[in-house]
């Protein structure tokens, strides 16, 4: 992937994370972009300017008033010419002066002004990070269409370890690339996804569950997002953040969602079920805590829930595709195959969640993305790779159907 004829502005404040920025530079730099650098004044007491002049091979930016290197309103000129800005690292006190529209130096005044889509990498000590303010001003600038990149948890400068180091070089130059290819191939389509785990009560206290995160499925709506469509998230228990800019309608247990997939299908073009639902529920659920008797067992009688996948498939209307999600322990695929048929979908994502880096509570994940025409493995890759890799398929399998506007 190069980026030849792409113009990024990289945004430099200060934080001993600077020093990683030469880098990114560097690696943009050798993809063909062209880069073009400013620097808070508290960005060149841990980095020269002149390091990322060279690099970059433009005139660094560090203040305001100095004579412009550009024949234009220096600030306009850049917020115009970029294709995409990035701040890295992305300081506490950057982040809050954007959401703030505050414009008190260079690099804030052209982030203000700029149209181009926006990346922040933040970095920062732990407590600061997590600090409700910080977390307030990211979600706004999120639901704002800001992207975001880390941080990664690990040991900080300061002696701290948690949440809070800049994410690598590498993996910014990937988010980079992503950001800037990002295909609109879904605008115009309504995507449904549920994620999560349902919960069945046996009290008001207690439920049967499972250990789904959510992770899968949020990542699968952030890639529709991303790519145009418009999403909404059934969600049951979820451990991660809820992903911006889409309808969230919450539930609890498998019945909810039933009750919300029939309300919600037939508006879709793309159905897709990552939510692990609870094959099974209390047959009675107690009103108030059942309490503990020395000595005695408790017997619970459970009750098969509906297949809700199963209901959603003998439902299905013309134009419309349906994804299934199999998590299974043996015979995965021949297992998912049955499921493909039975539950009458278009393709299954089958995981072997027992094996390492695959399956819940993981940030990464190993599926086989089954069809009726065949099998296609895909490897170990974060969540939101595999998303967007599912999407692909399905706007593949959509072409050869031939459904409405695809």
């Known amino acids: ?73 220096e600030h306009v000129a850049l917020a115009k010419l970029a294709d995409l800005f990035v701040i890295a690292p992305a300081t506490a006190n950057i982040l809050a002066k954007m959401t703030a529209g505050i414009a008190d130096d260079m690099l804030s005044t052209t982030v203000l002004a700029t149209r181009a889509p926006i990346l922040v990498a933040p970095a920062m000590n732990t407590g600061m990070w997590t600090a409700k303010a910080t977390r307030e001003n990211m979600r706004i600038l999120t639901e704002r269409g800001v992207h ?12 701290d370890e948690g949440a809070g180091r800049m994410s690598e070089p590498d993996e910014i130059v990937r988010e980079i690339i992503r950001i800037l290819h990002i295909s609109r191939d879904l605008a115009g389509k309504r995507v449904l996804i549920t994620a999560g785990a349902t919960r069945e009560r046996l009290d008001p206290v207690r439920f049967l569950t499972n250990d789904s995160s ?19 998230v059934v969600c049951g228990n979820v451990s991660v953040p809820l992903p911006n800019g889409v309808r969230i309608i919450a539930i609890e247990s498998a019945l909810d969602l039933l009750d919300a997939m029939m309300a919600e299908c037939p508006s879709n073009d793309i159905i897709i079920q990552a939510a692990a639902v609870a094959d099974y529920r209390p047959e009675k659920v107690a009103e108030t805590k059942i309490k503990k008797k020395s000595g005695e067992q408790i017997i619970l ?88 890799s599912i999407l692909d398929h399905i706007l593949m399998l959509r072409q050869k159907s031939g459904s409405p506007s695809d």
């Open 148 to 159: 975001r990149i880390g941080p990664d948890s690990g040991m900080l400068a300061c002696g």
């Open 301 to 388: 009688k459970l009750v098969e829930n509906p297949d809700i996948a199963k209901a959603v498939g003998e439902r299905k209307a013309a134009g419309q595709t349906l994804v299934g999600f199999a998590a299974e322990t043996d015979h995965v695929n021949e297992n998912a195959q049955q499921k493909l048929r039975k539950k009458n979908l278009d393709m299954i994502v089958a995981n072997d969640v027992t094996q390492k880096g695959a399956g819940f509570n993981s940030d990464t994940n190993i599926a086989t993305l089954i069809t009726a025409e065949g099998c296609i493995e895909e490897p170990l890759q974060s969540k939101r790779k595999l998303a967007d």
């Open 214 to 232: 959510g992770k899968m499925g949020f990542a699968l709506a952030e890639a529709a997002r991303d790519r145009g469509a418009e999403v909404t």
């Open 1 to 73: 992937m190069n980026l030849n004829g792409k113009e990024i502005v990289l945004g430099v404040t200060g934080g001993i994370a600077a020093y990683k920025s030469a880098e990114i530079v560097s690696r943009l730099r050798h993809l063909g972009a062209g880069v073009h650098v400013i620097m808070t004044r508290n960005a060149t007491e841990f980095v020269s300017p002149l390091t990322f002049q060279t690099l970059s091979a433009n005139p660094v930016v560090t203040d305001t008033f100095a004579s412009p290197e550009y024949w234009n309103v």
